[in-house]
């Protein structure tokens, strides 16, 4: 072993041999958690990155994937309770190719490849089934790639086609969602299944479309659409009409003095009107007319007559010439028409009323009739739909207010108590943090001017702290002539010499190999510096009688 290494672990040696046992135990306790550290920290680095191979299987399929990757000697984890297998990324796309050359996952829905294993046998009932079975397949698959959805099952009911119009039926669909971690899904997520799945299927609509999750919780209705959607939207206009009419009358009749209660009711279902109107064409429009005239004038009759209203014979003219005049007048008016289709979709407000009370001890200049107009502009009243407004002074109870008040001071005494404490307790932590570290420091220093010094006697060497004067250092440095004052060895004699010290750096070695050692160091300085040597011997001469 190199001689700095066994100068380096002797010393380390001799520094642990003068621990404590709290020390050393806390030293061996800092060394097994540095060991674990380091070998954690080549673990994760040497470990490979893993990426997704396949997600959403089923437990058949995640059963061959994981067998064909054991197989290969593949490395793999199981996430998401074993529906999402994950391999090394130099890997992903090769186990790929390797899972579609073997069939796999062969449990999932095909979509639409139902229909190119279809035959030509097929029947009917058979392409209709498989058709809507290919369609099932799609959404679910579209469905379960969104975010937060793992799994997802589509059910189509379709009715058969008929040719009475009055008999026909619109499909329905119900929609199964499992999420993610047993998260819920929001209203936008389960507006966008709902429109997905009725825009897939022809005469499908999204009141058609009911969605489940796996609580059981009904997210969307047949009929009704999202579940307490209409109550939402309910709340939000009456909150946003509220909060418009508040601050209005805020600012003309001053804060506090005025309370808004706003009450809507909205549709929970779409509505659906056909209206057709004929009117007359505006101007001197040209009307399609035809006129057929007949004339026949023949000799005396001999009691018959013309045919008149409803093929009853008419006897002519009393002298019975049998002479008659026929003329026929056909004319087609031109008229306007006009189809409208209006739809109603739900969350429509159709009806809310407006409550307004006026602080009457604090109001004045200002009548209730002004205070309504003002209003129905701001809420947009209309008559005509159901709406209204009521507009009253009346006193307003200060009981109330002084309570709130009282209760906002509090709620603030609190709160400014709270913060003084977090202050203190912050200002505590802070100042233990900062004393400790002021001692540490000054430990630190302290120790830095301390030395542990070797004496000789002998009885054999005694180790003691001792501070460095600069009268010592000088007299080491001008032992050996080196500005290293800690290098500097010192003789070891056999007489108690108390001026005779060793710095604990220095290796610790056997009383008699140390002092044949140092004696041939002090040797060969002597004939290399001789005057140097005289000078240091004259000195701890002096210092020795002294």
Do not use: C
Request: net charge negative.
């Amino acid at each position: 072993m190199p001689k700095m290494l066994t100068g380096y672990y002797d010393r380390a040696k001799l520094i642990v041999s003068g621990f404590s046992v709290a020390q050393r135990t806390i030293a061996v306790i800092g060394a097994a958690l540095l060991v674990l550290g380091v070998v954690a920290l080549a673990t994760w680095l040497t470990r490979p990155q893993m990426s997704p191979l396949f997600t959403g299987l089923s437990a058949g399929d995640a059963s061959a994937v994981v067998e064909q990757l054991k197989s290969s000697g593949v490395p793999y984890e199981l996430a998401e309770g074993g529906a999402t297998i994950l391999v090394p990324d130099d890997k992903v796309y090769a186990q790929r190719l390797a899972a579609a050359a073997a069939g796999l996952p062969g449990d999932t829905s095909e979509g639409y490849t139902l229909l190119d294993k279809m035959g030509v046998t097929a029947s009917e009932f058979q392409q209709s089934v498989t058709y809507k079975r290919a369609i099932e397949g799609e959404l679910a698959s579209t469905i379960s790639a969104m975010d937060g959805i793992s799994a997802a099952s589509v059910q189509l009911a379709i009715p058969e086609e008929s040719v009475f119009v009055s008999e026909r039926q619109s499909p329905t669909a119900s929609v199964f969602v499992k999420t993610r971690n047993g998260s819920t899904l929001g209203d936008e997520k389960v507006e966008a299944i709902v429109h997905l799945t009725s825009a897939s299927v022809p005469g499908m609509t999204p009141e058609d479309v009911a969605v489940t999750d796996q609580n059981g919780k009904v997210l969307s209705a047949v009929g009704a659409g999202l579940t307490g959607s209409s109550s939402k939207q309910a709340t939000e206009h009456e909150a946003k009409v509220a909060a418009s009419v508040t601050r209005m009358l805020e600012t003309i009749l001053g804060p506090g003095n005025a309370s808004v209660t706003v009450s809507a009711d909205v549709a929970n279902s779409t509505s659906e009107r056909m209206d057709e109107t004929y009117t007359a064409p505006d101007g001197s429009l040209s009307a399609s007319e035809k006129t057929k005239t007949e004339t026949y004038n023949g000799g005396k009759g001999s009691g018959t007559g013309v045919l008149g209203p409803d093929n009853i014979a008419v006897p002519n003219n009393a002298n019975g010439d049998g002479a008659y005049e026929l003329e026929e007048t056909t004319r087609s008016n031109a008229v306007n028409k006009s189809t409208e289709k209006t739809v109603t979709p739900a969350g429509e407000v159709t009806r809310q009323t407006v409550s307004v009370a006026v602080n009457k001890g604090a109001v004045t200049g200002v009548t209730s009739a002004q205070i309504e107009a003002l209003v129905a502009s701001a809420a947009g009243i209309d008559v005509d739909r159901g709406d209204s407004i009521a507009v009253e002074f009346v006193a307003f109870s200060e009981v109330g207010a002084a309570a709130a008040q009282t209760a906002l001071a509090a709620a603030e005494a609190e709160k400014s108590a709270q913060f003084q404490q977090e202050l203190i307790r912050s200002a505590i932590i802070g100042g233990s943090v900062l004393l400790a570290v002021i001692v540490l420091v000054v430990f630190l220093a302290l120790r830095r001017r301390m030395k542990r010094r070797v004496l000789y006697t002998d009885d054999g060497p005694i180790e003691y702290f001792a501070t460095v004067t600069e009268s010592e250092e000088q007299k080491l440095r001008s032992l050996r002539g080196l500005a290293d004052p800690e290098a500097i060895p010192a003789a070891a004699p056999t007489k108690l010499l108390p001026s005779a010290v060793v710095d604990i750096d220095d290796e610790p070695e056997p009383d008699k190999v140390l002092v044949e050692r140092r004696r041939r160091e002090i040797d060969d300085l002597a004939r290399r510096e001789p005057e140097a040597i005289a000078g240091a011997l004259a000195s701890l001469m002096d210092e020795a009688t002294v």
